[in-house]
């Protein structure tokens, strides 16, 4: 791309910018959390953006509330930096324009590029951050299984192209590692990564060294950390946005999302600055209807087009599975994977606990006789996991139970065969590959 089509470029994006007429407030108070500009009110609607006037330049900002005699705004910046008596002027409503030479990409919540590849080229169609999934009635059936190359995801919760799953986890139980692992499946035309309050440092880690050889088909949208919570609460609806103009196009997507918690937690932030009343461990009803609006975005299109397989992390907070956006996630999505701080400790990774793990589309992808296996297997790991206890104290002898002494014999063997790191290589059938360890 030469100078004169990065000019174009340039120019074309700012004309989708640029409004014919500015209509125009002034700041009448300012607080660390929120903006109060008096002289919008009879011209906008919640969720437009703004643009202030700062010390350091123009600041974008959005609408979070709408009073008779002023308007409420979050700036997008993390340093607030507007007097009293700025201008403010009212900007529309925020759009992406996704085109297919954004694969390969890092960009931010706003769209703009966040690596060092130049401008991105806009495309023909604005995709709107909070846009309205598929007709429910309209949308394709999910049929097709996809292999992941993860042996215990394979086996004991198999996932299927248009699939929403959870996973849930802890701090430090191995959540990043086994998204990554998922990142790099063959199976799909584009990777959507969504990194919502990750670590700075974490990003480039992320985009060189896990995506690998799928960063070509990849785009990555970042909000780190020290970002503001308008953009961590932004940075998911772009990747959504992202991957629909993907699935549009016909294509399978990957949609990864880490994590929805921390979506969640910006939420509430720009919920309770807006005035709503925490109900819920100090989450606001806006929160939850935030959740289930974005998820049920993923998921299969209309027939004829592509679909979005949909990963979303859930950071349990101290373990609690009952927290209330773990428990609302639980119920929403098509199955989820629960990673168990004991079975890390173990040093067993992926550390999934296979007996509280769900696919709820799992007859989509086993066979009748695949899921005979994957009950009985299930059912002798339970077996041996209750009896641990009752082991480890000598008040079981062998011989007296042989469907027991069966489960002690190859327990074992089964946890070894799902044992696998990020730099294994995938396989290509996980029963054939449970059938040799087992036969050993």
């Known amino acids: 791309m030469n100078r004169l089509d990065r000019l174009a470029l340039a120019v074309a994006g700012a004309r989708k910018e640029v409004d014919p007429v500015r209509i125009g407030g002034r700041v009448t108070q300012v607080t660390p959390g929120s903006v109060r500009i ?43 930096d507007i007097a009293i008596g700025a201008r403010a002027f009212r900007k529309g409503s925020l759009t992406i324009h996704p085109h297919e030479s954004w694969k390969g990409r890092v960009i931010d919540a706003l769209g703009h590029p966040a690596d060092d590849r130049g401008v991105l080229r806009p495309g023909p169609a604005a995709m709107l951050p909070d846009c309205d999934p598929p007709a429910t009635l309209e949308r394709a059936r999910i049929r097709k299984p996809v292999r992941t190359g993860v042996r215990v995801i394979d086996l004991f919760t198999p996932l299927c192209v248009g699939q929403r799953i959870g996973i849930f986890a802890g701090s430090g139980v191995g959540k990043s590692t086994l998204l990554a692992m998922l990142a790099g499946s063959g199976d799909f035309d584009t990777v959507v990564v969504g990194l919502v309050g990750e670590r700075g440092r974490e990003v480039r880690e992320f985009v060189e060294d896990v995506l690998g050889e799928a960063r070509e088909r990849s785009v990555v949208v970042v909000a780190t950390g020290n970002e503001s919570a308008m953009m961590r609460r932004l940075a998911p609806k772009t990747a959504m946005g992202v991957a629909e103009y993907f699935r549009d196009l016909g294509q399978s997507v990957l949609l990864i999302i ?13 919920a309770m600055a807006a005035g709503e009343p925490p109900v819920a461990r100090g989450y606001t009803p806006s929160v939850f209807s935030d959740l289930t609006r974005l998820l049920e975005r993923a998921g299969p299109g209309g027939e004829g087009k592509g679909a979005i397989t949909g990963i979303f992390s859930v950071l349990v907070d101290g373990d609690d599975h009952n927290d209330p956006v773990a428990d609302t996630l639980r119920g929403v999505l098509d199955g989820h994977i629960v990673l168990d701080r004991s079975i890390a400790d173990a040093g067993r990774y992926p550390a999934v606990d296979v007996l509280k793990s769900v696919s709820r589309l799992s007859q989509h992808a086993w066979s009748a006789e695949e899921r005979e296996l994957i009950l009985r297997l299930k059912a002798m790991i339970s077996r041996f996991e209750d009896t641990r206890d009752l082991r480890l104290m000598g008040g079981y002898q062998p011989g007296s139970d042989p469907a027991l002494d069966k489960a002690c014999t190859l327990v074992p063997r089964i946890y070894e065969a799902l044992r696998q790191d990020a730099r294994s290589a995938q396989v290509g059938d996980p029963f054939a590959d449970l059938a040799r360890a087992l036969s050993a």
């Open 38 to 80: 008096c002289g919008l009110s009879r011209s906008v609607c919640l969720g437009d953006l703004v643009v202030l006037s700062g010390k350091g330049g123009e600041r974008r900002s959005e609408i979070i509330r709408l009073d008779e005699q002023d308007v409420l705004v979050k700036p997008f910046d993390s340093h607030v």
């Open 258 to 270: 880490d994590s929805a918690t921390r979506f969640a937690h910006a939420a509430r932030d720009v």
